[in-house]
Every structure is written in C-alpha cells, then in structure tokens.
C-alpha cells in the first residue's frame, strides 16, 4: 500500500522516499485530485466496517446482534485512540533495525497538510487518516471467531493492545520499510498486514475460548439474512477505497486495482457459490455473501500487481479454497463462529502466494513466477509463515494476559439469555 509515488507516476518496483522522488526530478506537491481521491477512499473504508456490523450481525444469533455490532463499532474509538498517540508514528515513523518505526510522529506531531514520504502528492494528515480505517477494520475482524463468547470490557482490552502489539508491527514491517519491505514482499492493500493477521488471531482465540453454548431454542444463526446481503454489500463498495485508494493517488494502477478488485469479488462469490451447489445442493444466499468477502480478501494484496485475468482465476480460486477451509474447520471441530480463519487467514494466504505468481511489472510493481520470477513466490512464501505464526503467537498470549486481568469469556449461563442483555441491557428486537 503506501509506496510513494507522483501524480501520473504509474508503475514502481519498491517504496521510495521523499529524497528518491526528488532525485528523479519530481518534486513533492498537493495534488488535488490525488487528494480528492483519498479522501473518498479514507470515507470507504470506513464504511467498511458499519459493513463489517451488518455482515457479522446477521450472521450470528438474535440475542447477540447488538453485541457483535457494537465489538465492529468501538473499534472506531479503541483503534483510534492506539494510532493517533503511537500507532501511525510506530507503523511509518523512521525505521528502527527492520522492525518497528520512531516516536516522531507521537500523537500526530508534525502530522499536517504537508506530504509524506509515502504519499508525495496528498497530505500527511490524509495518508494518516486512510491508514487509520484499515487499522480500525483489522481487529474488528477478528470479532467473528469468538462471537457470542467474549466480554465487552476484555474485548476493549484485547483489541486495544491488539493494534499495537500485532497491527502496528505487520504495517511496518510490510508498508513502512520494515524487514519484509526490505525482502521485496508484496503486498497491495493487506494480504499479510489486514487479512492473514486478522485470520491467524481469529485461529489462536479457538484454542483459547470455550465452544458456544448450543441455543436451547435449536435456532441456528444466522438470523437475519438480509443484513448479511445488506453488510456484504457495503463491504464490496468499501473495498473499492481499501484496494484502489491504496495507489495513495487517482492513476492508472487506482484504476486497474478497481477492477481487479471487482473481478475478484464476483468470482469469488461464483467459486463459492458453485462448491455449495456442488456439495450441498442448493446456492445458499449466506454462502454467496461470504463467497465474495472471500475473494475480495483474496485480491486484496494482488489487486494493484496483476491483471484481469489473473484477478478471475484468483477470484474463483478463492472462492473454492476458502469454502473448503470452512469445511475443514468444521471437521476439525474448531469453534470459528463465522469462518474468519476461512474467509480471511485463508483467503489472504492465497491472495499473498498468487501475487507471488502472477504479479506482471508492466501493471505494477515486480514481475512474479508467470513473468519469470520465481523469488518472488519463494519471498512471498517466506513472509507468510512469518505472518502467520506472529499473529498467531501474539494473540493466543495476549488472550491468556487478557483473562488473567478480567473474565474473558461469558458464563454459559449468561451466554444462553446472548450477549444484548447480558452485556449491553438491551434487546435487538421487541419481544
């Protein structure tokens, strides 16, 4: 994502400075539509996560809307919070030994209308605040897998500490000159950074909650279909501003990273689609929503690096690979509530491998394996299990401090009268 570049500036092969674009004789300047761009796209990816609400609300059962709602919406403030006093200066500040950024940027000092070193053409504040609703997003995420299970109070703790100990270290590592960036990886809009950080933490909390109650009722979740449609709509307009606007300015790579991003999601959404037909015999609705979340997952860190036609076949890709994830989560019996392993953990690890192989330099970027260069498949590699491992490291110790400092989990008592009551005072619905 933030690999700088001038207006008109459509291709480059690693994240320059503001010295580089410089020396290259193009000086750092507002760029208005450049700035006009981000801006909207910083307002969509916001939306994304009233998306996120709907699409987890829907998912899960009647007594506990409100409370997986509500864990997507204080992330607005708890994230918020972590970037605007260290987060953003910790994840783009000056490199510190490959692994973590400086404090100059602390609580936004000298944070203004002047550019970046990332975005040459808009200003910093914009830059700052477009990073800020992926940072919001990404543990939001994580949400669906212990849903119906998790306190409110520890669920604030955890994604409080969570942005900083695992979010803020992956943006710099991947898109703030961190150790990976300086391998080559990459990574467009959050392959590593948004999707497998966010799926592999998802993978530690199963290990770590207590299975859900099974409803004494014998209403399954999901309970309201149409806010899936309704939330995985938004997501998809959304995802427009989190892929696109991750040119950082209105060019050729904003335009092609648009529609891969639309290819990716309606093939994903066919992948998934034709499996459930397949195995199951009937096209749910349920499984077409996730089916193209799933593959807007999947593009995400390709969809600046490849063509349309590589942006089909990963999008139909994904759509059967992360349909048969679930199933194999489902065998092993782990208590995933809403697939987000599947879904994203999944789908980001084969987003990140498939920019290995079809990432074209004529588009953008680096050449990969189908454009004769297998490194950068075996770098892509190399950084996933990276990736994965810390997120998953990190998380299932920060669970475990977590709930040693406050219950982390509802008794099973309380999760049968749901989350709304037991830990909001309210109800979704009139009873």
Not at 165 to 180: E, R
Not at 227 to 234: F, K, N, P, Q, R
Not at 267 to 285: C, E, I, R, S
């Amino acid at each position: 994502m933030p690999q700088a570049r001038a207006a008109g500036q459509e291709s480059f092969e690693e994240p320059t400075s503001l010295a580089t674009v410089s020396a290259r004789g193009v000086a750092p300047m507002i760029d208005t539509g450049d700035t006009a761009w981000m801006l909207v796209s910083t307002a969509l990816v916001m939306l994304m996560t009233v998306g996120l609400a709907f699409f987890y609300g829907g998912l899960v059962h009647r007594k506990n809307v409100l409370g997986i709602m509500m864990q997507s919406f204080v992330a607005f403030t708890v994230v918020t919070l972590v970037w605007v006093l260290v987060g953003h200066s910790l994840a783009f500040g000056t490199d510190i030994a490959g692994v973590i950024g400086g404090l100059q940027f602390a609580a936004l000092r000298g944070v203004g209308v002047e550019p970046s070193s990332y975005a040459p053409t808009v200003p910093h504040l914009v830059f700052m605040a477009f990073q800020l609703m992926f940072a919001i997003i990404t543990p939001a995420l994580i949400s669906g897998a212990f849903a119906d299970r998790m306190r409110f109070r520890a669920y604030v703790g955890f994604i409080g500490a969570w942005a900083l100990l695992v979010y803020v270290p992956l943006a710099h590592w991947v898109w703030g000159g961190g150790f990976l960036a300086q391998w080559g990886v990459q990574d467009f809009a959050g392959g590593y950074v948004v999707h497998m950080s966010a799926g592999f933490a998802a993978l530690a909390s199963v290990f770590v909650f207590r299975p859900r109650v099974k409803p004494d009722e014998g209403i399954a979740a999901p309970h309201n279909v149409p806010y899936v449609i309704l939330g995985a709509g938004l997501l998809w307009f959304g995802w427009f501003g989190f892929n696109a606007g991750s040119a950082l300015a209105a060019n050729g790579v904003a335009a092609n990273a648009f529609v891969t991003t639309m290819l990716g999601g309606a093939f994903g959404l066919l992948g998934w689609m034709a499996a459930t037909w397949q195995t199951d015999g009937k096209p749910t609705v349920t499984g077409a929503a996730t089916g193209a979340v799933a593959g807007l997952a999947t593009i995400t860190p390709a969809s600046g690096f490849v063509g349309p036609g590589a942006a089909v076949v990963i999008g139909l890709v994904a759509g059967v690979v992360c349909y048969l994830a679930t199933k194999f989560r489902a065998k092993r019996g782990w208590d995933d509530a809403l697939d987000v392993w599947g879904c994203h953990g999944i789908g980001g690890l084969v987003g990140v491998l498939a920019t290995g192989v079809f990432a074209s330099a004529a588009i953008n970027g680096k050449d990969g394996l189908l454009h004769g260069n297998p490194g950068l498949l075996g770098v892509q590699a190399m950084a996933a299990v990276i990736v994965a491992v810390y997120a998953f490291a990190v998380t299932f110790v920060l669970l475990k401090v977590v709930g040693m400092l406050t219950p982390l989990q509802l008794s099973e008592e309380e999760e049968r009268r749901g989350m709304d009551l037991a830990e909001h005072g309210e109800h979704a619905y009139v009873q």
